[in-house]
């Protein structure tokens, strides 16, 4: 049965599936569609890396030895990019004007490669002012999204002008760990009120993400989690779909 299918019967799970490894109708030119489709999973992900590994605990970034600390523990560090406060531009790290280890610039250099396959402008201009669509934050969702094979964690360390902006890759499965129902519907209200998204993208790429089996029928996606089914009304405004209601059936 085709994951996309509109059949009543509940579809056969497939797991835990990449939107990005599948022939989903997804525009990879667009950012809003790209954002959407990394910004679901990111926001789980990134409450979790905090909670079981940065846990509140000091950072310090050695790029000679290629290590990102928190704490006593130390993880391979890979160099996104940087955000400037004098210039409020973001610069990507694969400009690399400080002669980095090739080493650790390797996910900003994938990002790049994506960037110019899809003709994403915003992943292939090496710096571009910042705006409360183009930010640390959300440049780094898409570069661990797209070029972190599912296995990165970004953080964004402040400096006197600006931050870098660095991701590590964390091998405890918990920090990427599926979520129920309950924390799912959560993270979707939040997500919808605080980010310009295309929310059937951003509903479906997360519930593959976390191998949540569903089907969308016209204008509905009814996803089947254990012991209950959740249902999500969606409506087209300005040629991007909204969510108007989530309810359990």
Excluded at 39 to 63: H, P, T
Excluded at 68 to 80: K, M, T
Excluded at 174 to 203: C, K, S, Y
Aim: one cysteine or more; glycine letters at 8%; hydrophobic letters at 45%.
């Amino acid at each position: 049965m085709s994951l996309f299918s509109k059949n009543k019967q509940v579809p056969r799970s497939r797991g835990r599936v990449d939107i990005f490894d599948i022939d989903y109708p997804l525009d990879r030119s667009r950012w809003l569609d790209v954002f959407s489709a990394c910004a679901g999973r990111s926001i789980i992900v990134q409450e979790a890396f905090a909670e079981l590994i940065v846990q509140d605990r000091d950072w310090f970034v050695d790029f000679d030895a290629q290590t990102l600390s928190f704490g006593n523990d130390a993880y391979p560090v890979q160099f996104i990019g940087s955000e400037s406060s004098i210039s409020s531009t973001w610069m990507w790290g694969w400009n690399n004007i400080n002669r980095f280890d090739e080493n650790i610039t390797g996910l900003a250099n994938r990002v790049k490669e994506l960037g110019e396959k899809w003709g994403l402008q915003a992943l292939m201009t090496k710096q571009f002012g910042l705006n409360e669509t183009f930010n640390a934050h959300s440049l780094a969702m898409v570069a661990t999204g797209i070029a972190g094979g599912g296995k990165y964690c970004y953080y964004i360390g402040p400096h006197d002008n600006g931050a870098a902006v660095m991701a590590v890759p964390v091998s405890d499965e918990r920090v990427f760990a599926p979520v129920d129902i309950a924390v799912f519907v959560n993270r979707v209200m939040r997500a919808i009120q605080q980010f310009d998204l295309d929310h059937r993208i951003f509903a479906e790429s997360l519930l593959l993400w976390n191998g949540t089996p569903f089907e969308r029928d016209g204008n509905k996606i009814v996803a089947y989690f254990p012991q209950q089914r959740l249902m999500l009304k969606l409506e087209n405004a300005g040629g991007y779909d909204r969510i108007t209601n989530i309810k359990t059936i």
